[in-house]
C-alpha cells in the first residue's frame, strides 16, 4: 500500500529564500506525481505534474523533480514570496488506477 | 481550462439532517469523479470514487449508506450526509477526470465546508 509523506509538516521563512519542500513514497512503481497547492479554506491548485518517464518540470519560480529509485520528489522554490504562503500537497498515481494517495502536506509561511 | 464546481461552498446544519453536495465539470465531461474530505491541518482522504451510470466504488472504513453518492449525468456527482452528524463536519473536495483523455490529471473543485451543529 503506497504511502506519502512530506517534510517537514511547517516551514516559515523570510520573503526571498529559495525552498526545498519533500515528499517521500513508499511504492516506485509510479505512474506520475503531481504538487498541489492549497488556500485555507480552499481547493487545490495544480502546480507541476512529473510523468513517470520524467526527471523533472518547471513553472516559473517553481520546479519539482522526481526520483523513483529512491522514492522522493522535491519542490524547488526560488525567491520565496509572501504570496507563496500556503499549504502544498504532493500526490501519487499508481499504474491502472485513477486514484491519487495524498501526503500529509507542508504548510509553507513566507513574512515579509 | 478544466473546471470543476462545488455547491454549495460552505452549509451549516443541524445533527440528524441529510445535506447533499454537487460537483459539476463545466467545460468537459467526466466519466470518472472523486469525493474526498480533509480534517483540519490534515490531508486529503478518498472517499469514494464515482463513475457516471454506475455504482460508486467506495474505500475502505467509508460507508456508503451514510455517504450516498449519484453520478446521474457526464457532468454531475451529488455526495449525499444521510442523518449528519458532528462528525461529519468537515471539508468535502471532489475532482473528475476528462472523459476520453489520458486520465493523467484531475481536476478538483473548491471544497465544501460542512459543519453539523
Known amino acids: 500500500k503506497q504511502e506519502v509523506t512530506q517534510i517537514p509538516a511547517a516551514l516559515s521563512v523570510p520573503e526571498g529564500e529559495n525552498l526545498v519542500l519533500n515528499c517521500s513514497f513508499t511504492?516506485?512503481?509510479?505512474?506520475?506525481l503531481q504538487w498541489f497547492r492549497q488556500d485555507p479554506g480552499k481547493g487545490l491548485t495544480s502546480l507541476l505534474l512529473?510523468?513517470?518517464?520524467?526527471r523533472e518540470q518547471t513553472s516559473g519560480r517553481l520546479n519539482a523533480s522526481l526520483d523513483k529509485s529512491s522514492g522522493r520528489s522535491t519542490l524547488y522554490i526560488a525567491a520565496s514570496q509572501p504570496g507563496d504562503s500556503a499549504t502544498y500537497l504532493c500526490?501519487?498515481?499508481?499504474?491502472?488506477?485513477?486514484?491519487?494517495?495524498f501526503g500529509t502536506g507542508t504548510r509553507l509561511q513566507v513574512f515579509p | 481550462g478544466a473546471v470543476v464546481s462545488q455547491h454549495p461552498s460552505r452549509v451549516i446544519c443541524k445533527s440528524g439532517t441529510s445535506v447533499k453536495i454537487e460537483c459539476r465539470s463545466l467545460?468537459?465531461?467526466?466519466?470518472?469523479m472523486f469525493w474526498y474530505r480533509q480534517f483540519p491541518k490534515k490531508s486529503l482522504m478518498l472517499m469514494a470514487t464515482?463513475?457516471?451510470?454506475?455504482?460508486?466504488?467506495?474505500e475502505q472504513g467509508v460507508e456508503k449508506d451514510k455517504f450516498l453518492i449519484n453520478h446521474a449525468s457526464l457532468t454531475l456527482s451529488t455526495l449525499t450526509v444521510t442523518s449528519a452528524h458532528p462528525e461529519d463536519s468537515s471539508f468535502y473536495i471532489c475532482?473528475?477526470?476528462?472523459?476520453?483523455?489520458?486520465?493523467?490529471?484531475?481536476?478538483f473543485g473548491p471544497g465544501t465546508r460542512l459543519t453539523v451543529l
Open positions: 511504492d516506485s512503481a509510479i505512474y506520475n
Open positions: 464515482s463513475n457516471e451510470g454506475s455504482k460508486a466504488t467506495y
Open positions: 512529473i510523468q513517470s518517464s520524467q
Open positions: 475532482s473528475a477526470i476528462l472523459a476520453g483523455g489520458p486520465g493523467i490529471e484531475q481536476f
Open positions: 500526490a501519487s498515481k499508481g499504474w491502472g488506477t485513477d486514484k491519487l494517495i
Open positions: 467545460d468537459f465531461q467526466a466519466t470518472t
